[in-house]
């Protein structure tokens, strides 16, 4: 299994990113995902959460209203929008997957998950 996250960079505060994660030997829409973000000197932290098959949603209090975590069945990826940014969501973002048998988005921690992404660099500026 292969996950691959992409579309981090530079950008300034109130701009927006949108980061992919595509998948191999895993099947996005059998899967609960979600994204999580490490920032320099803290813990990783759960972002948002997509279920399995109804399109069900979770997302972090800090990114509700800006964030949208989303799926593509036919191309096995999931996507993670990213609106109105600022400086505190400056962060390593991590894509994460995990077989599942039922709709639930309540995995919220990393233990939960069995498959991760290298990570992608989210720089905010000020």
């Known amino acids: 299994v292969q996950l691959q996250a992409s579309g981090g960079g530079l950008v300034q505060t109130g701009g927006s990113l949108r980061l992919s994660c595509a998948a191999s030997?895993?099947?996005?829409?059998?899967?609960?995902t979600a994204w999580f973000r490490q920032a320099p000197g803290k813990e990783r932290e759960f972002v948002a959460s997509?279920?399995?098959?109804?399109?069900?949603?979770y997302y972090a209090d800090s990114v509700k209203g800006r964030f949208t975590v989303s799926r593509d069945n036919a191309k096995n990826t999931v996507y993670l929008q990213m609106n109105n940014l600022s400086p505190p969501d400056t962060a390593v973002y991590y894509c994460?997957?995990?077989?599942?048998?039922?709709?639930?988005?309540?995995?919220?921690?990393?233990?939960?998950?069995?498959?991760w992404g290298q990570g992608t660099q989210v720089t905010v500026s000020s």
């Open positions: 030997g895993i099947t996005f829409s059998y899967s609960a």
């Open positions: 997509l279920g399995r098959t109804d399109g069900r949603t």
């Open positions: 994460a997957a995990r077989p599942s048998y039922s709709d639930s988005v309540f995995y919220l921690k990393g233990a939960d998950y069995n498959y």
